[in-house]
């Protein structure tokens, strides 16, 4: 069937199940093999509802034909998962589905990094074309090592792993399906249930969850977007009314607080939050704040540049970047982190300095990161500050001690800051050489053990940048920026994935190169505190 013709019967469908699209748009072969939105010669002014879907449309885990069979699971990857089961379920059923009209519509291929790797090692069987782009697919995953994407492919990450897609294939979706429907389940078909999943579902309400919401997932992708979906979050959680319902009663037959509202109206619409001028794509954003790791993994794709990018490490990384430490005491450090990142007040005291990010940042998969600007999270800073304090002999008593940590970091942040402040104003004397005079009269009034700490845990940032740095991209490829730019130039338009791969192993280096030299410029500074000489 052409794509035209798939387009044709997702509208007729659209229009049977009570989805409205505005005459003003229209839903049409985007011209790189998809679909996309586009407007007519009438522009669409912010704040106007230019689809409308209701609730019945959506495909969850709550709605899909099996849903007394499928675990529901709210967000994350498990969330991820139990959602591709009930999408592959209603694919598997295909023209009996009460979606087939939608799904119909839906890619046969998902371009994603999960993929590649499943492809090239012969675990799935892949699409047609593969043969054809196998040298492209092999360079992308070489240079994606060392990356976030691949720390994602390999479980360090927060993404589901292709081990872990595949357990829940053999151990809950094999056995599910195998005697409800007339198709064999089979890896290849769960696996692009779960890339479609990865890369179109959406956070609805509280009831549904995770889910596929059709008209809505053909909107194009652009950080300067045009529309947003928009949904009344806190519905009922057992019946997914957002008015009064018999859930909201206990058992004396009083009204419970829900936290719904009580408002009329079922569904989801689709809004403009800018104009959207004529004869145009309309794009929505699958996420305001993803980074371009994030963007690649779950949709395929890289922006030239994204402010929302991040590094992160786990623990045991930073620990391996101090050797020495017993398990003990390694563990004794996790759990110090873990008592002072939940105080939320404690953190909260730390503001953002010209190399540290603000205390409450992220969540818990991304404690430990350096964002876009080569800032530093407070968290990350306070664990090479005890890991620091244990391998430094004459550290501060106080930061090793569990109660009275709180004190000792909060006179390092002090020094960190009269640093950073001192190092931002340091003098040239015009010879090439640095007036340090001033820093080395403010760290002569400092504890000596504090300075000895703070520097230790300035050496332990920057060879964790050095170490990520050398572990990043294809070996052998060069490492400096104008190398890897003209090698991002000479790729033809039939290499896009190494190129999506290789612009991100340029702006991951580039952040690291960017905090390596702001602790260095600290480094340098505290080599002339009179306790180091």
């Not at 505005?22 to 985007?30: F, G, N």
């Not at 620990?319 to 005491?329: E, K, R």
């Not at 709180?406 to 340091?426: D, F, H, I, M, T």
Request: net charge negative; charged share 20%; with cysteine.
């Amino acid at each position: 069937m052409e794509l035209s013709e798939n387009v044709e019967t997702l509208l007729g469908w659209c229009s049977e199940g009570g989805i409205v699209i505005d005459a003003r748009l229209t839903v049409q072969p985007d011209g790189n093999g998809g679909i996309g939105v586009f407007t007519g010669k009438a522009d669409i002014d912010p704040g106007e509802t230019v689809v409308t879907i209701p609730k019945s449309a959506v495909l969850s885990v709550r709605s899909c034909s099996l849903s007394q069979a499928i675990t529901p699971a709210f967000s994350g990857p498990e969330a991820q998962l139990a959602l591709s089961a009930a999408l592959y379920t209603e694919l598997l059923l295909g023209p009996e589905s009460k979606w087939y009209g939608y799904l119909q519509s839906l890619p046969d291929t998902i371009d994603l990094p999960i993929c590649w790797e499943a492809w090239m090692n012969g675990k799935t069987h892949p699409p047609e074309w593969f043969a054809s782009d196998c040298e492209d697919i092999r360079d992308a995953l070489n240079w994606l090592r060392g990356t976030e994407v691949e720390r994602n492919l390999t479980g360090r990450g927060h993404g589901v792993t292709f081990p872990e897609l595949l357990k829940y294939f053999q151990g809950v979706v094999r056995p599910l399906l195998k005697d409800r429907v007339s198709n064999d389940p089979d890896l290849n078909g769960f696996l692009r249930a779960y890339c479609l999943v990865s890369s179109r579902a959406f956070l609805v309400d509280s009831y549904h969850g995770l889910a596929m919401v059709p008209i809505a997932d053909a909107f194009n992708h652009a950080q300067e977007n045009h529309v947003h979906l928009e949904s009344e979050y806190q519905v009922c959680s057992e019946c997914g009314s957002l008015d009064e319902c018999p859930h909201d009663r206990n058992e004396g037959g009083d009204m419970m607080d829900t936290g719904h509202t009580l408002l009329s109206g079922e569904g989801y619409e689709m809004v403009a939050n800018a104009p959207v001028p004529p004869l145009s794509e309309v794009y929505n954003t699958y996420g305001e704040s993803l980074s371009n790791a994030e963007l690649l993994y779950q949709h395929g794709f890289v922006l030239d540049a994204n402010e929302h990018d991040s590094l992160t490490w786990t623990s045991d990384e930073v620990f391996a970047a101090a050797p020495g430490l017993s398990p003990s005491l390694r563990e004794e450090i996790n759990h110090t982190c873990t008592q002072l990142f939940a105080d939320t007040e404690f953190m909260a005291s730390f503001d953002e300095t010209r190399c540290l990010l603000g205390g409450v940042v992220g969540d818990a998969r991304s404690t430990y990161m350096i964002n876009a600007d080569g800032l530093v999270s407070v968290q990350l800073w306070i664990l090479l500050l005890l890991v620091s304090g244990h391998q430094t002999r004459q550290a501060p008593a106080a930061l090793l001690d569990k109660v009275e940590s709180r004190s000792a970091l909060q006179s390092l942040y002090g020094l960190q800051v009269a640093l950073e402040n001192q190092v931002e104003c340091l003098d040239d004397s015009g010879d090439g050489t640095t007036n340090y005079g001033n820093i080395g009269a403010l760290l002569g009034c400092m504890d000596g053990r504090y300075v000895a700490v703070l520097k230790h845990s300035c050496e332990l940032l920057v060879a964790l940048c050095q170490t990520r740095k050398a572990n990043t991209g294809q070996r052998g490829h060069g490492d400096e920026e104008e190398d890897l730019l003209a090698q991002l130039d000479a790729l033809g338009p039939e290499k896009r994935r190494a190129r999506f791969a290789l612009l991100l192993v340029i702006n991951e280096k580039l952040i690291l190169n960017s905090c390596e030299a702001s602790w260095k410029d600290l480094l340098a500074a505290l080599q002339h505190a009179p306790q180091l000489q």
